[in-house]
């Protein structure tokens, strides 16, 4: 099976822009979460979603938003970037039944850099 | 999800078994101990789980005392590959939520 893929991998972008970063699952896999890594925080989650539908969120202001297509694919964005929101977006896939809150798939990460 | 405590660092020889430690005093009954690991610029990656019994795969071990107020996980034999962190989280198994909150973990260093 393919894994998680991201992209994409490297993204500049400019305070005040917003960005749209793009997952794909694990075929077969309904859930998608999304976490941010930084130095300073470390890895925060940030949403998930299950059959397009958010499921449960983290802690982040409204300027980051998602949504999963009826493929399972999922996008986040930020909105009106600000120079702490330069991290690492991590994306999870999961099969996403009860009881497999372990089987958690990480993709490579897009590096955001806000300047 | 109850709080874990692992070492900020711990150095192993290549070849010879890592143990890592965690803490989890407040662990509830139904609440897992898992163990993912994060090589530098790589997402997390899954290495094991377990309630109350001992566990083994093809990566590791994890030992889990009687009380379940601690574990630990055994790298049997630690290659320069496994230099990496690793997160001990304990966590609900059912339900819906897949969210992992992710401690500060432990940098583990494979010297050779």
């Known amino acids: 099976k393919a894994g998680v893929t991201q992209t994409p991998r490297y993204l500049i972008k400019t305070r005040g822009q917003q960005v749209t970063l793009s997952c794909s699952p694990i075929?077969?896999?309904?859930?998608v979460s999304w976490y941010q890594q930084t130095p300073g925080q470390g890895l925060q989650f940030l949403f998930e979603?299950?059959?397009?539908?958010?499921?449960n969120k983290g802690n982040f202001p409204g300027r980051f938003s998602g949504r999963q297509f009826s493929n399972s694919r999922s996008e986040m964005n930020v909105s009106t970037l600000e120079l702490g929101d330069s991290a690492l977006y991590l994306c999870a896939s999961s099969p996403g039944r009860s009881g497999t809150a372990y089987e958690q798939y990480f993709g490579p990460g897009t590096r955001l850099t806000v300047t | 999800d109850a709080k874990t405590t692992q070492p900020t660092s711990m150095d192993c020889a290549e070849g010879r078994a890592a143990n890592l430690p965690c803490n989890h005093s407040t662990i509830s009954g139904n609440e897992y101990v898992y163990w993912y690991r994060q090589i530098h610029s790589q997402g997390p990656q899954y290495i094991i789980h377990g309630l109350k019994n001992n566990e083994t795969n093809e990566m590791a071990s994890l030992i889990i005392t009687e009380d379940r107020k601690s574990s630990t996980l055994i790298l049997p034999h630690a290659t320069l590959r496994d230099t990496a962190v690793y997160y001990c989280?304990?966590?609900?198994?059912?339900?819906?939520?897949?969210?992992?909150?992710f401690g500060s973990g432990t940098q583990l260093t494979v010297l050779p």
């Open positions: 075929s077969g896999h309904r859930s």
């Open positions: 979603y299950f059959s397009e539908t958010q499921r």
């Open positions: 989280i304990v966590r609900v198994d059912s339900g819906s939520a897949r969210q992992l909150t």
